[in-house]
């Protein structure tokens, strides 16, 4: 291959770069502006100024700062007792985290924790020690927010938090 053909093969690539990426800023910009066409009346009732181009595509590349972080309900010390094959008694202690979007779920969850509470002791209680020893976080996540969910449908109740975080797992 010759410098000439080398170089060509390299413009082509910019440009088509330089295009593909204009094409895509364009093309957010005519998205974004279909959905905010209507002129939006402020309490005064002047029309609103709409951002300009560059606004739109700066806020595109932006982090949002309008999402709140979630909120964070403990549940602390739930120890459950472990069935075991042996003599021995097994123990499992658990804390967990409640994750909401709001005050609101917070509330609720609080005033929840009774049934949340019953629901793990209820879940884990039935379990074999080496089984629960065996599973991993996820899988233990994912039968945590399936017993909730279950719950709540039986209490016929919506789950006022969004995910379970186990924060800690303690096996003897």
Do not use: C
Request: proline share 4%.
């Amino acid at each position: 291959m010759t410098i000439k053909k080398i170089s060509a093969v390299m413009a082509i690539a910019v440009l088509s770069s330089v295009l593909t990426a204009g094409l895509a800023v364009t093309g957010t910009y005519y998205l974004n502006a279909s959905t905010n066409s209507s002129a939006q009346a402020s309490e005064d009732g002047a029309p609103e100024a709409k951002p300009g181009i560059w606004h739109k595509v700066s806020g595109f590349f932006a982090s949002s700062d309008n999402v709140a972080p979630p909120q964070f309900v403990e549940m602390n010390n739930i120890m459950i007792t472990l069935r075991s094959d042996g003599d021995r008694e097994r123990y499992m202690l658990l804390e967990l985290a409640l994750s909401a979007a709001d005050s609101q779920a917070v509330q609720q969850t609080e005033m929840m924790l009774p049934a949340i509470r019953g629901a793990t002791v209820a879940l884990f209680s039935d379990m074999e020690y080496s089984a629960v020893r065996a599973m991993h976080i996820p899988e233990l996540h994912d039968m945590l927010m399936a017993t909730y969910n279950a719950r709540f449908a039986e209490l016929k109740q919506s789950v006022p938090f969004n995910d379970v975080t186990i924060s800690k797992m303690l096996l003897q």
